[in-house]
């Protein structure tokens, strides 16, 4: 610990980590309340936020909490926590409304008739969700952030990522920073986390590059309670063409073919159909909602099919795929991808849970904060319904940022972070990712089984150890970024090894569970 210059040292009344939905809708509210707010993100673009990569669109009730609510608990196997939903499906129509339309003028897509377009997605019993196109995640973060890079409360900074959360006596007063010269302090009366998934800790996944779990290893390297680790969700029809090119994202050697993209279950609710390699529908057999059952299930029966008939294809044929769907015709035309069906795989999409919050997204550690995908508030349970990820973003970064206004900052001793080796071996990142990756995709995907989690933990473990002894003296944004992902592999683990139950998106090979 370092004595800290106080003269120098930045502070806000709010610091909120991170740019997708769940953080712009935080540092809105706080602003809102009339507090100043200072926003990092360590990204450089709008798109590299999952936000921006969302396909499908945002649900709403339709003025129906309750059947939102219904499906909600029935996707999730019965998990989702009740009173989290409840939260959730009474401030969904309000904030949509508020925030997207009249704050933010979300050109959602409308009828012939003018009247905004209600979508379906797999496990929905209704038409509720709004959406441009299937690009729905851009439309609303572009705005998002044009709206709080303009607010006079609101300081926006990029390409700024956060080491390490600022502790003392059980209270977080903000996070070192690798702003130069790198370990910066910026204190905060409260922090709000919104870092995002841990996409990048598998070789194929629908997040961008730098979803690495940092809110989640901050977060529970300072103390907070972490929940759900175990429940992480994989797409069913994410495009198959290159799985061959799996682990291989952050190892440099063919990132650049690596054309793994979503195809929106809002296909699936329009119509279009699963496939197994003899053209066979299959998903009747497994689930009485059959290609729109939970996602969880239509993931596990895809590879399933994959396994016994070597391919499964999404058959547009049933939709006026080129009218209603142009960014994804355009995404398969650019791909080379002809035809009306599309060949697809399960791969990483949603961690459901997450750094555990109330319904304010109160962390258990005093001022810290923590809402989007790094958190868990209950609202997924085992397995997340569709469209309600930009929701929960949005409700719960609205009812953070409100939350966290009124705290004034404290300037404490920060942690001391050395820079005094910055040269890392040559490649140590990059094969200690693709180690991490390795593991994460063999043993702690789809299906797992009891002794691979176990020697997943053991590889995970020695991995964050080898992690952990550079950066005792260097502070490289990557390397603190794979630390980050070690650490939340390695509580991914724990939580798989301690769950030994198949529910949701847990599904544990020995336990005799029926694919649905
Ligand atoms: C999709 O468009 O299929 C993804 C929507 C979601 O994950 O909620």
């Known amino acids: 610990m370092t004595e800290t210059d106080t003269a120098t040292a930045t502070t806000t009344d709010v610091l909120v980590v991170g740019s997708g939905i769940a953080g712009c809708a935080a540092a809105l509210a706080a602003a809102r309340k009339g507090a100043d707010v200072l926003l990092v993100t360590k990204a450089t673009k709008p798109d590299d936020a999952s936000t921006d990569w969302a396909q499908g669109g945002i649900s709403t009730t339709r003025g129906n909490p309750p059947s939102l609510k219904e499906d909600i608990i029935e996707a999730s196997d019965g998990t989702a926590d009740p009173d989290a939903v ?57 705005p998002f952030l044009n709206h709080v890079d303009d607010h006079e409360r609101i300081d926006v900074r990029q390409d700024t990522a956060a080491l390490e959360l600022i502790t003392a006596e059980g209270r977080v007063h903000g996070i070192v920073s690798d702003e130069e010269p790198t370990g910066k302090p910026i204190y905060a009366g409260a922090t709000i986390l919104a870092t995002g998934g841990i996409g990048a800790l598998y070789g194929r996944s629908t997040n961008p590059d730098d979803a690495t779990g940092d809110g989640i290893a901050m977060a ?39 054309d793994t993209f979503l195809l929106s279950e809002a296909l699936r609710g329009e119509g279009a159909v699963l496939r197994n390699a003899d053209g066979e529908r299959f998903m009747e057999d497994v689930h009485p909602q059959a290609d729109l059952a939970p996602r969880d299930v239509v993931a596990r029966g895809v590879e399933t099919e994959r396994n016994a008939t070597g391919e499964v294809v999404l058959d547009v044929s049933p939709l006026e795929f080129e009218a209603d769907f142009p960014a994804l015709a355009e995404t398969c035309r650019d791909r080379g991808i002809d035809g009306d069906e599309i060949p697809v795989a399960p791969c990483e999409h949603f961690l459901c849970g997450g750094i555990d919050v109330d319904d304010r997204g109160r962390t258990s550690l005093d001022r810290l ?95 964050k150890g080898e992690v952990d002894a550079y950066t005792r003296t260097r502070t490289a944004r990557d390397l603190y970024e794979l630390r980050h992902a070690s650490v939340t592999a390695v509580l991914i683990a724990r939580a798989a090894s301690e769950n030994t139950e198949s529910v949701g998106c847990h599904y544990v090979a020995d336990d005799e569970a029926p694919l649905a």
Not at 227 to 247: C, M, N, V
Not at 446 to 459: F, G, Y
Request: proline letters at 3%; one cysteine or more.
């Open 220 to 258: 529970a390297l300072a103390g907070a309670d972490v929940d759900d680790l175990e429940y992480i969700q994989f797409h069913p029809t994410a495009y198959a063409g290159s799985e061959a090119l799996s682990a291989s994202k952050r190892s440099g050697e063919a990132a650049e073919q690596d």
């Open 86 to 142: 409840d939260v959730l499906v009474e401030h969904a129509d309000d904030v949509v409304e508020d925030v997207l339309i009249d704050t933010l003028g979300v050109g959602f897509d409308q009828s012939d008739d003018g009247t905004l377009d209600y979508t379906r997605e797999a496990a929905h019993s209704e038409y509720r969700i709004l959406h441009v196109d299937a690009a729905t995640g851009t439309h609303i973060l572009r």
């Open 369 to 463: 904060y923590a809402v989007g995908e790094c958190a868990r508030t209950g609202v997924h349970g085992a397995n997340r319904l569709a469209s309600t990820s930009l929701l929960e973003g949005l409700v719960w970064g609205l009812r953070a940022g409100g939350d966290a206004t009124g705290f004034e900052p404290e300037v404490v001793e920060s942690p001391d972070l050395l820079n005094r080796d910055p040269e890392l071996p040559e490649r140590f990142v990059t094969e200690k990712f693709t180690r991490l990756k390795r593991t994460m995709d063999d043993y702690l995907g789809l299906e797992r089984d009891p002794d691979d989690i176990e020697r997943a933990s053991a590889v995970l473990r020695r991995l």
